[in-house]
């Protein structure tokens, strides 16, 4: 079973403030959440992907940090929120994060991994990530607690940046 890390110390900031400033960021296609997943084990992927799209989520996956990036770039109207793995080839989770909040600023985040190895929970959260997910998790956990980032992330008036506004002429 994986830790779902999601009761940090007071210290640590949780981003909700960022979630809920970042309404315009977290819709995917036709409603759905759309979410990033950086992951470079190809099971992992396959088994995020699969347990997301049956949340409802719309998914798009990156085998590494620079693939992530170039989806984003390509999709940032419909990615709405990223879930990263912490170690990976090339560009790791918080370089790739850092990146990405160059493009938007308070895109939502969460960081998954097995070993934080010389990264903290405090650390990764004071990057700009919502959490930090321990590997191996419950799916269902995390699904849950998606759909809770996606929910806090969404606007007052329920409306996002990706669902279309009425035209006023």
Known sequence: MIDVA????????T?????????ESVAGTRGKPGILVV???????AVLDIALRQQG???WLARNGQEGIDLYRRHR????????????PGLDGPHTLAALQELEPRIPCCFMSGDLGNYTHR???????ATVIRKPFPLMA?????????????SPSGRNRNERQPSSA
């Open 6 to 13: 999601t009761n940090p110390s007071p210290a640590v900031d």
């Open 15 to 23: 981003s909700e403030d960022r979630l809920a400033n970042s309404a």
């Open 39 to 45: 992951e470079d084990e190809e099971g992992i992927r």
């Open 57 to 59: 989520f719309t998914v």
């Open 77 to 88: 109207e419909t990615i709405g929120m990223v879930l990263l793995d912490v170690h990976m």
């Open 123 to 129: 650390q990764l959260c004071s990057l700009g990530a």
């Open 142 to 154: 995390v699904t849950q607690m998606l759909w809770n980032l996606a929910s806090q992330a969404a």
